[in-house]
């Protein structure tokens, strides 16, 4: 069974470009989620889709960060335009159901602007 | 603030000897769970335990919660030089998603 899957694992950028981050889950979960590290402190919760509905994105910092979950299967997370400060690991998880409570994470992407 | 918070920052030991990793909280939650992660990969899934559960063991470790301390422990014991990786706690504070510390980082030395 594959796992987790992110891509790209790196993403180098300049402030003010546009990012795309994409995150395909484990098949039949329901449940993704958009983590960030950022500088090595804690791993901050960013939204959560149930299916193709966002469930809870009170962690997405602000505007310039879209997430998309189109048919329920993968995901997309969008910075635009990107700034210094989104530099960190962007780890998407799933789950297959809320009750297990047992999270899959993907390696991560590690994304730098510059 | 933090939900979670792991303490120590970080732990040196050596190969054999046990590390223990403490998480505190602030809010009430349904379970905690525990997850390690290697250097550049995602975090694996150690063990879960519930509200109303007060130790749990999976092989080498055991895990301990304390509801009226709002606190759990992480023990590893006979630590071996793959054990090197962070170690994160995680609560479902507000039942809809999961909230991790900062983690500690794990160096077993040969």
């Known amino acids: 069974e594959a796992g987790v899957t992110q891509f790209p694992s790196h993403s180098v950028i300049e402030k003010g470009q546009t990012v795309t981050l994409r995150c395909d889950p484990i098949s039949g979960h329901d449940n993704l989620y958009w983590y960030r590290r950022v500088m090595g402190k804690e791993i901050k919760f960013l939204l959560h889709?149930?299916?193709?509905?966002?469930?809870?994105e009170s962690g997405m910092p602000n505007n310039r960060f879209l997430a998309e979950r189109t048919g329920g299967t993968y995901s997309t997370l969008k910075v635009q335009p990107a700034e210094l400060e989104d530099s960190g690991v962007y780890f998407c998880?799933?789950?297959?159901?809320?009750?297990?409570?047992?999270?899959?994470f993907g390696s991560g992407t590690q994304l730098s602007v510059l | 603030s933090q939900q979670g918070e792991e303490d120590p920052q970080a732990l040196s030991i050596q190969e054999g000897e046990n590390a223990t990793m403490n998480c505190s909280y602030k809010t009430s939650i349904n379970n905690l769970q525990w997850y390690r992660q290697n250097s550049g990969r995602g975090l694996v899934h150690l063990i879960l335990i519930r509200s109303n559960e007060r130790e749990k063991h999976s092989g080498r470790l055991r895990v301990t919660l304390d509801t009226s301390k709002k606190s759990s422990s992480l023990l590893i014991t006979a630590s071996r030089a793959a054990d090197t990786a962070s170690y994160f706690c995680a609560t479902d504070a507000n039942g809809q998603n999961f909230v991790f510390g900062p983690g500690t980082r794990l160096s077993v030395l040969p």
């Open positions: 889709f149930v299916k193709e509905s966002k469930q809870d």
């Open positions: 998880a799933s789950s297959q159901n809320w009750a297990t409570g047992k999270l899959f």
